[in-house]
């Protein structure tokens, strides 16, 4: 029969199995939950091999090695786990020393001169020590020593929270650790026997005793949602079964008796565990809210925070209110002990922004550069340099805040007031705040750039603006000059010019005597010369004129078709040097006078067909006349090289020409599609224009007319290849 001292031993054992399980199952991936469960485990070993080794008479020299062994581990995890909670002190290659010393003494212990033999007594069994015992007296000392020293560590660089749970963890062991030295070690020792040696047992309750009140004062492990879930299922087994108890029995008193047909029995049964199965998930519901009011009280609403989290980005422009309530809010919200806003721009640290007590030492940008991933969880990594790094600051978890274009910086997150792990409901939560939040900050980020540019925009803008008061002033005296230079010039050019031209289309008319052929084609290009000057020089002083407003349209009822057809005869001789066709097509109908302005409106009809010339390689241009409505349209097409896409919106700026136009004509000025549609504006008409890179271009325009008496139709005036 199992004796009460067995049975109080047992009991103790399994209550440190129980909370090392329950630290185990709720974050088996956490290094520290491990080592803490494996630390309860052996701390269960020692207490039942003690046991044994004094009761357990024909195995006493077995078991008394194994408690020894039991107790070098359990020295080796309460160093492990001092070293790794809350973070890590030392790195692994100082864990490694401790393990190479603990499977020394782990072989020592079992070594034939470390306990010889054991002395059997009626009631107990006594221990005698070898030669090797004070190597393992040593080895306590060492890891004794060690694990206070790396405790007063812990609790020095400690914060807050972490700093308690380790608190209360720590000084469990140790109180556990010392009276188990004094019963077993020291005072076996001085006494010479092992009297008291059975205590050593029960001093495990001490340790188990202070880790269960950081479990439940201060969160430890975050086990309260195992407690909360099995308080709620025994609630609802112990209630259903007081229910179905209580209706038995009322039942059975009201409506069953001796005489009672068995199927309204079974039928009575069968109705009230229907109806229990039905009560079951409302009972449930209502015990759950009760068990999370207890042990969640600070549960919160995702949408009420997402929902405060929206309005402060909504109501707020400055950046440094945005970072500071931001981080308020979600820190007080899920009830988190320390965040940090770590904010970028251009690769460098922009703006940090804490809440909570402030680390002794902050991340720095190499560091922060490690944690490059949208989310990391401390506590979901299983090591790494990462998981390191995190561990060292006290950072739980890492968001990097960007945007699909932009990074923006990171959101850093340390350990819940409440102790528990980050939830799915956290994480979640979080996923979408920091979409919101990196938008928000980038807008922030604008605005402030905006605002701080606008504190010296306006100095900027008045210095600029009497800058160009003057310039302006200065060029339009230039302009000025410009204008009169340009007028006198071509005033004085013109007359010598008009003298040549003159003289060089009396000699290829004979007038001077016969030419032979390659004098005559030298005064034919010389004649050109002269007419494309005589040209230029007209553009010139038509800008002249357009800058010094004296540029008048004067009108009077013009005969299109005729003046068009005039154009398209002296330009025929051109296009068929080219081998090009030139062709004219008037309107079929008979065409009334146009009221334009008839000298400015032919140059602009010359200046479309010679350039449609120019430009086409080969093919021909069509000249088409048309009446449209109340207005005439004149279309000048042709199969050139065409306007590329980029040069259309300059085409008729003064000046200007397309990249493929300079190629075929150098010479030429940029002055004429400007002067041709300020021409036919003025006139109260509009400009056509249409073209296709390497296919033709079109240009035109269409001038209103005024009614009058129909003119005689002008035959087709055409030039073929």
């Known amino acids: 029969m199992l004796s009460l001292s067995f049975l109080s031993v047992l009991m103790v054992s399994s209550l440190s199995v129980l909370l090392g399980l329950v630290a185990l199952l709720n974050n088996p991936t956490r290094l520290t939950n491990r080592i803490f469960a494996l630390l309860c485990v052996l701390s269960s070993a020692y207490g039942i091999t003690n046991y044994l080794a004094d009761h357990d008479q024909s195995r006493g020299l077995f078991w008394a090695r194994m408690t020894f062994l039991a107790a070098a581990l359990v020295l080796l995890f309460m160093l492990l786990f001092i070293n790794n909670f809350p973070r890590k002190l030392f790195n692994k290659k100082w864990e490694t020393w401790a393990y190479v010393l603990s499977s020394i003494i782990s072989v020592v212990v079992f070594l034939p001169d470390f306990i010889p033999q054991v002395d059997l007594k009626p009631d107990r069994t006594d221990v005698i020590t070898g030669g090797l015992y004070p190597v393992f007296l040593v080895y306590v ?5 060690s694990s206070y020293r790396l405790g007063a560590l812990s609790l020095q660089h400690g914060e807050g929270i972490e700093r308690e749970k380790s608190k209360y963890v720590i000084m469990g062991f140790f109180i556990a650790a010392l009276l188990i030295a004094v019963t077993n070690l020291i005072l076996p020792l001085l ?31 975050n086990v309260r949602m195992v407690v909360a879930r099995s308080a709620g299922y025994l609630l609802v087994v112990v209630a259903l079964a007081s229910m179905y108890g209580v209706a038995i029995f009322g039942v059975s008193q009201l409506f069953i008796g001796k005489d009672t047909n068995p199927l309204f029995q079974d039928g009575i049964y069968t109705l009230l565990s229907v109806v229990l199965a039905f009560t079951f998930q409302p009972l449930l519901r209502v015990f759950q809210r009760g068990t999370n009011d207890i042990f969640y009280h600070e549960h919160y ?13 909504v109501s707020e422009r400055d950046l440094d209110h945005i970072l500071k309530r931001t981080i308020t809010e979600l820190c007080e919200s899920l009830h988190i002990g320390f965040g940090q806003l770590v904010i970028f721009n251009n690769e460098r640290v922009y703006r940090v922004e804490h809440f909570g007590q402030l680390p002794k030492r902050l991340m720095v940008a190499p ?48 350990d819940k007031l409440s102790g528990d792990i980050y939830s799915s409901q956290d994480i979640e939560l ?13 807008n922030a980020k604008a605005y402030a750039q905006i605002e701080e540019f606008n504190l010296t925009l306006q100095a900027r803008v008045d210095h600029a603006t009497n800058r160009l008061r003057a310039a302006n002033h200065h060029l339009k005296e230039l302009d000025k000059a410009k204008d009169e230079f340009i007028s006198m010039a071509s005033h004085q050019l013109r007359t010598p010019l008009t003298t040549i031209k003159g003289y060089l289309s009396m000699m290829l008319e ?41 540029f008048l ?27 090009i066709g030139l062709i004219f097509e008037p309107p079929k109908e008979i065409l009334p006078p146009a009221e334009i302005d008839d000298n400015k409106t032919r140059q602009v009809v010359m200046n479309f067909i010679d350039n449609a010339i120019y430009y086409t390689q080969k093919g021909e241009v069509r000249v088409v006349l048309e009446q449209s409505g109340d207005k005439v349209r004149l279309e000048v097409r042709d199969s050139g090289i065409g306007v590329p896409e980029k040069a259309k919106k300059k085409l008729f700026t003064k000046f200007f020409r397309a990249d493929n136009a300079q190629i075929v004509r150098p010479d030429g000025t940029g002055l004429g599609l400007y002067l041709a549609k300020r021409v036919v504006e003025d006139q109260g008409g509009t400009i056509i224009f249409n073209s296709v890179e390497g296919k033709g271009s079109t240009f035109g325009f269409e001038l209103p007319f ?12 055409k030039s073929h290849k």
């Not at 000392?141 to 020593?145: P, S, T, Y």
């Not at 006494?191 to 430890?220: E, H, M, P």
């Not at 349209?553 to 296009?575: G, N």
Request: charged share 20%; glycine share 6%; hydrophobic share 45%.
């Open 191 to 221: 006494l010479g026997n092992n009297d008291l040696s059975a205590l050593g047992s029960y001093f495990t309750l001490v340790f188990i005793g202070f880790s269960t009140f950081a479990i439940i004062k201060r969160r430890l492990f």
């Open 141 to 145: 000392v060492i890891f004794l020593v």
């Open 430 to 442: 979080l996923q979408i705040i920091s979409k919101q939040l990196a938008v928000a900050i980038l």
């Open 510 to 550: 004979g007038d001077s005597g016969q030419l032979t052929p390659a004098q005559k084609e030298f005064a034919g290009f010389a004649y050109g010369s002269s007419e494309r000057m005589v040209n230029l020089i007209s553009d010139l002083l038509n800008v002249s004129r357009l800058s010094a407003g004296r």
């Open 367 to 414: 560091e922060l550069a490690t944690l490059n991933s949208s989310m990391i969880v401390a506590d979901e990594l299983t090591g790494g340099a990462r998981k390191q790094l995190m561990e060292n600051h006290g950072i739980r978890v890492s968001l990097t805040l960007k945007t699909r274009e932009e990074f923006v910086g990171y959101l850093l997150l340390g």
């Open 301 to 313: 609403d995702s949408q009420v925070v997402l929902s405060n989290f929206s309005k402060i980005l």
């Open 706 to 717: 005024t009614p009058a008496t129909p003119i005689r139709e002008v035959a087709h005036a």
């Open 553 to 579: 349209i004067q009108t009077k009822p013009t005969d299109m078709v005729a003046m068009i057809a005039d154009e398209v005869r002296q330009l025929a001789t051109h296009a068929s040097a080219k081998n």
